[in-house]
């Protein structure tokens, strides 16, 4: 993996991409760097993955990159693609493997970085998960103290990601018995640009044995 930095020229942004994705390079030569204005004036965009809104005042906004990628746009909505292969940019639908790091009052905090140290953290709230036995109603305070019975921390569980916040934060769910818990098994940790996103990120091996998560998040 490589870190961008802000004062890297455009074309040394192009060189990365030829030597990480030469697809890439040829599809498209719309590259941004973090700060780099890509529509300014009205409201007529919808904020995708990899950028933000700056509010010029009251009638005028534009839509500046967070991260040094390539512009992708699909109707209104416009995104930015990342070129650093070791960060990863969520979004909704995709399956994370995570730790559970922190559990607070209704939620528990789950580190889905690659990268440990940079102690990047989603949310699971209590609405989000299966209660045992499959109940379906309203949590409730009893449910809030009983938490760490399904979760505890340092646990390793697979999750969809149901929300992405404008800050970057991912709300999760298990709301599924293909999510949840992991055990008797092993983790392996890659560069995210890796995991390329399909429609079955589970696979089975080995006559059915044994199977395997392939988390978008690396």
Not at 20 to 43: F, K, N, R
Not at 162 to 176: E, I, K, P, Q, V
Request: charge should be positive; aromatic fraction near 4%; glycine fraction near 8%.
């Amino acid at each position: 993996p490589f870190v961008t930095h802000h004062h890297q020229s455009t074309q040394h942004y192009k060189n990365l991409i030829k030597q990480y994705s030469p697809t890439m390079a040829t599809a498209t030569t719309h590259l941004v760097v973090p700060g780099q204005i890509i529509v300014e004036g009205g409201d007529d965009f919808l904020r995708g993955h990899g950028t933000y809104v700056e509010q010029l005042d009251l009638n005028k906004v534009r839509l500046v990159a967070s991260v040094a990628g390539h512009v992708e746009r699909v109707n209104k909505l416009v995104s930015v693609i990342p070129v650093a292969s070791h960060l990863y940019h969520g979004q909704v639908g995709d399956l994370v493997v995570g730790r559970i790091v922190a559990i607070q009052s209704t939620r528990w905090k789950v580190t889905i970085a690659a990268d440990t140290a940079s102690r990047r953290a989603a949310i699971l709230p209590l609405s989000g998960v299966h209660l045992p036995g499959g109940v379906q109603r309203v949590r409730t305070q009893e449910d809030s103290r009983e938490m760490r019975l399904l979760y505890q921390e340092g646990d390793l569980v697979s999750a969809e990601v149901h929300n992405a916040h404008a800050d970057g934060t991912l709300m999760l769910h298990t709301r599924s018995m293909r999510y949840g818990k992991l055990e008797n098994g092993c983790l392996v940790i890659v560069p995210p640009s890796l995991i390329a996103r399909r429609k079955n990120h589970f696979i089975q091996i080995l006559n059915d044995t044994t199977t395997i998560l392939l988390g978008t998040n690396g």
